[in-house]
C-alpha cells in the first residue's frame, strides 16, 4: 500500500477505463447470401489505388530482408517538392498512417493532468490517443443541426491544462468543414500553450470556397498541426502511411519521439510514387464528386434526410434504427456504418462508391423508403 486507502497496482487507472477502438468491418466478417458485397462502410477509395504507387510496390519487392530508412526523410523530401517548397522540408512528419501521426501528437503534447478538447461527432482516435496518455478529454459538441464548430465554447474551455484542440476539415462523420472565417477566429484566441491540429486527410474532396487547409497558418508560425493521410485519395489504406506538417519547433519536438524504422519500405516506395499521380487523384476526385450529385438526386427522390458533404462519404439519419437500417443495407449486399461510437448517435455514414455500388445502395434505400413513398 502507497496511502492509506490505495492498493499499489500494476494498472494505470485511465488504460482500465478505456474501451478497445471497434474500427469497420472486413467484407470477410459479414454474413450475406449475397454474391456482390460493395463496402461503402470505410471511406475507401471507390476506383481502388493509384496505379504509380502499385508500380513502385512491384518494383521494390526484392530486399524485404533489409531494414527500410531508418527516418521519414525520403518522404519529407517527396512532400517539400509536392507542397512547392511552401515550407521546410524539417516541417514535414512522415509516419505510418495519418492515424499514428494523431498518436505522436498525443504523445508529443497530452499526458495525466493535462486536457484535450474534440468536438463530437468526430473521429475517435483523437479521444482514445488522448486518453491513452492519460489526459482528460473536454468535449465541446459540434452544434446542431448542421455541425457548425462551436468556436466561443471551445474558447471558454480553454484553460491552463489544455494542451491539444483536435479540428476535422472536412470532418468524419458529418462531411462537413470549417469555413476559414471560424478557423481565424479560433487561431486569434490559442495561447501558446496550446497546438490546434487540423486533421485534413479528405481535403482533395473540399470545394468550398471558405474551405482552408493548415498550410496558410503553418506557414505563419501558428501553433496548428496538419494531419494527412494516403489512405483516403491514393488508395492506399492497405499500406499505412501518412504525414503531418507544422512549424519547425512542433516538428523538431514531435520528432524526437518518432520510432525508428516506422514507415515499411513498401508503403514508403507507395506514398512517394502517389504523390506524383496526379491523374490518379483527378480522377478519384471526379468520381467522388459526381457520385455525391448522383447520391444527393436519390436521396431527395426518396425523402432521406442526409447533410451534403466535403468528402467521399455522405452522414444520413435513417428513421428507423441504424441497427435495422445496417442490416436491411447488408441483406441488399452493401455495407454501411453506424457511427453512434463517433458522437452521431442514430446516424449512418455512407461512402460514395463507383456508379455500380451508389446504384445498389440507392436500391437497398428503396427497400425502406419507398414503401413509405407509396402508402
Ligand atoms: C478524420 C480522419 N483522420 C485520420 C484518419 C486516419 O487515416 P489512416 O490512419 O488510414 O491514415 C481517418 C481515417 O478514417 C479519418 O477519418
Not at 481535403?203 to 494527412?228: L, Q, R, T
Not at 504523390?275 to 447520391?295: C, H, S
Request: include cysteine; charge should be negative; charged fraction near 25%.
Amino acid at each position: 500500500m502507497t496511502d492509506q486507502n490505495k492498493p499499489v497496482s500494476l494498472f494505470k487507472d485511465y488504460l482500465e477505463v478505456a474501451e478497445p477502438y471497434k474500427g469497420g468491418k472486413t467484407i470477410d466478417e459479414i454474413k450475406t447470401n449475397k454474391s456482390k458485397i460493395y463496402k461503402l462502410s470505410s471511406n475507401e477509395n471507390p476506383i481502388g489505388a493509384s496505379p504509380k504507387a502499385v508500380e513502385a510496390i512491384k518494383n521494390h519487392l526484392e530486399n524485404l530482408h533489409i531494414y527500410p530508412d531508418r527516418t521519414d526523410k525520403r518522404l519529407r523530401s517527396a512532400l517539400y517538392n509536392f507542397y512547392e517548397e511552401a515550407i521546410d522540408e524539417s516541417q514535414f512528419i512522415g509516419a505510418s498512417s495519418g492515424s499514428e501521426i494523431i498518436d505522436h501528437i498525443a504523445r508529443a503534447f497530452a499526458g495525466v493532468g493535462c486536457e484535450v478538447i474534440v468536438s463530437n461527432p468526430c473521429f475517435k482516435p483523437y479521444d482514445m490517443f488522448s486518453s491513452w496518455c492519460g489526459s482528460k478529454v473536454v468535449d465541446v459538441p459540434l452544434l446542431a443541426p448542421n455541425f457548425q464548430l462551436d468556436v466561443d465554447n471551445i474558447i471558454a474551455a480553454i484553460n491552463d491544462k489544455t494542451r491539444i484542440i483536435f479540428l476535422t476539415s472536412p470532418n468524419n462523420p458529418t462531411g462537413t468543414h470549417i469555413p476559414k472565417g471560424d478557423i481565424d477566429r479560433l487561431l486569434a484566441k490559442i495561447p501558446e500553450h496550446v497546438v490546434v491540429v487540423l486533421d485534413e486527410v479528405y481535403y482533395h474532396f473540399a470545394d468550398a470556397e471558405d474551405y482552408v487547409s493548415a498550410m496558410p497558418y503553418v506557414k505563419e508560425g501558428y501553433n496548428v498541426i496538419g494531419v494527412n493521410s494516403f489512405s483516403k485519395t491514393y488508395g492506399l489504406a492497405a499500406m499505412r502511411i501518412g504525414y503531418g506538417y507544422t512549424t519547425k519547433k512542433l516538428a523538431d519536438y514531435i520528432h524526437t519521439i518518432c520510432k525508428p524504422f516506422l514507415i515499411d519500405a513498401l508503403s514508403l516506395e507507395a506514398g512517394i510514387a502517389a504523390l506524383g499521380d496526379k491523374a490518379f487523384v483527378e480522377l478519384t476526385v471526379k468520381t467522388v464528386k459526381e457520385g455525391r450529385k448522383y447520391l444527393y438526386g436519390e436521396m431527395d427522390r426518396l425523402g432521406v434526410k442526409y447533410w451534403k458533404s466535403q468528402a467521399n462519404f455522405i452522414l444520413i439519419k435513417p428513421e428507423i434504427s441504424p441497427e435495422s437500417f445496417e442490416s436491411i443495407m447488408l441483406q441488399e449486399g452493401v455495407m454501411v456504418r453506424p457511427v453512434g461510437n463517433f458522437g452521431a448517435p442514430g446516424c449512418i455514414r455512407v461512402s460514395v462508391g463507383t456508379q455500380e455500388a451508389n446504384e445498389a445502395f440507392v436500391a437497398a434505400l428503396e427497400k425502406v423508403y419507398l414503401p413509405k413513398l407509396t402508402t
